[in-house]
């Protein structure tokens, strides 16, 4: 081929293009390591969460009928492990579909200032998803609202 002024045009529009799509595939992933290193408060809030909700669905059960006081006193006690073996793939998994669907840094800023965003919303999605074994989208027409009331039910 022939190197011509009339090739030119062409060839930087594809050099573009090949430069962004380095650049997309060089951002997935690139706070993995950042995200990593506060998996450990993820945790933490993940398996408080957990004892949170688990305390909620005994209060609402009538006690009146039942000896559950000692049950209650020792709840946390009881609860405690398994909600925390539930944070740890919890966090694993929420951290991989971060990266997987490029939103860590989304993610991390929502981490840092305690809301739950957009960027949240899709990966808990994603990974609730995977942890039922459906489609990474499998959950996405869902309202996240509605599917967290279907999960604390």
Same mark, same amino acid.
């Given at each position: 081929?022939?190197?011509?002024?009339?090739?030119?045009?062409?060839?930087?529009?594809?050099?573009?293009?090949?430069?962004?799509?380095?650049?997309?595939?060089?951002?997935?992933?690139?706070?993995?390591?950042?995200?990593?290193?506060?998996?450990?408060?993820?945790?933490?809030?993940? %398996?408080?969460?957990?004892?949170?909700?688990?305390?909620? %669905?005994?209060?609402?059960?009538?006690?009146?009928?039942?000896?559950?006081?000692?049950?209650?006193?020792?709840?946390?006690?009881?609860?405690?492990?398994?909600?925390?073996?539930?944070?740890?793939?919890?966090?694993?998994?929420?951290?991989?579909?971060?990266?997987?669907?490029?939103?860590?840094?989304?993610?991390?800023?929502?981490?840092?200032?305690?809301?739950?965003?957009?960027?949240?919303?899709?990966?808990?999605?994603?990974?609730?998803?995977?942890?039922?074994?459906?489609?990474?989208?499998?959950?996405?027409?869902?309202?996240?609202?509605?599917?967290?009331?279907?999960?604390?039910?």
């Amino acid at each position: 081929m022939i190197w011509t002024r009339a090739w030119q045009p062409l060839l930087m529009a594809s050099l573009a293009v090949g430069i962004n799509t380095l650049a997309v595939e060089a951002k997935a992933g690139l706070l993995t390591p950042l995200l990593q290193w506060i998996r450990p408060t993820l945790e933490q809030r993940l %398996a408080g969460e957990c004892q949170r909700l688990a305390k909620e %669905a005994v209060d609402r059960i009538d006690t009146s009928t039942l000896p559950l006081g000692e049950l209650v006193a020792e709840l946390d006690e009881a609860v405690g492990p398994p909600c925390r073996e539930l944070a740890r793939p919890a966090s694993e998994c929420l951290i991989r579909e971060a990266s997987r669907s490029g939103r860590e840094l989304g993610i991390f800023s929502e981490l840092i200032s305690g809301r739950v965003g957009d960027d949240t919303q899709v990966v808990v999605q994603r990974c609730l998803a995977s942890l039922l074994g459906l489609p990474a989208a499998g959950l996405q027409d869902l309202p996240f609202d509605d599917l967290m009331l279907r999960l604390r039910r």
